[in-house]
């Protein structure tokens, strides 16, 4: 069992960066793939960007350019920077864990506030 501890969300203004982390319980360089999923109050979740073992990542078109996932083996951590964020970019962001490819078996953590505003 892999257990994810999100941290780093937090209230910026448009325009702004934050760098979220997520720390695993274990290691990580052997499970699939690594994401992060948002979700804000009255949507439904969706994915923001995934990282899989074999280095290949993947964006949502509405954060393609500004955000970057990155994963740190040695440290059991993956990172999303987020760039220029923008006021709809304001969800709760979970980190997501896939042990290997096609499992139904997924890992969350609790989430991190991020907060988009003036």
């Known amino acids: 069992q892999v257990q994810l501890v999100e941290s780093g969300g937090g209230l910026v203004q448009p325009g702004g960066s934050l760098t979220l982390s997520c720390a695993a319980s274990g290691s990580i360089a052997s499970i699939y793939a690594m994401g992060w999923y948002r979700q804000a109050p009255g949507k439904q979740r969706e994915l923001v960007a995934s990282s899989t073992i074999s280095g290949v990542t993947y964006y949502a078109d509405s954060v393609k350019g500004r955000f970057t996932i990155s994963r740190d083996n040695a440290k059991n951590t993956v990172y999303l920077q987020m760039n220029s964020l923008k006021p709809e970019d304001t969800a709760v962001y979970l980190c997501?864990?896939?042990?290997?490819?096609?499992?139904?078996?997924?890992?969350w953590g609790q989430g991190t506030q991020v907060t988009v505003s003036t």
């Open positions: 997501n864990a896939r042990p290997y490819l096609g499992s139904t078996l997924l890992y």
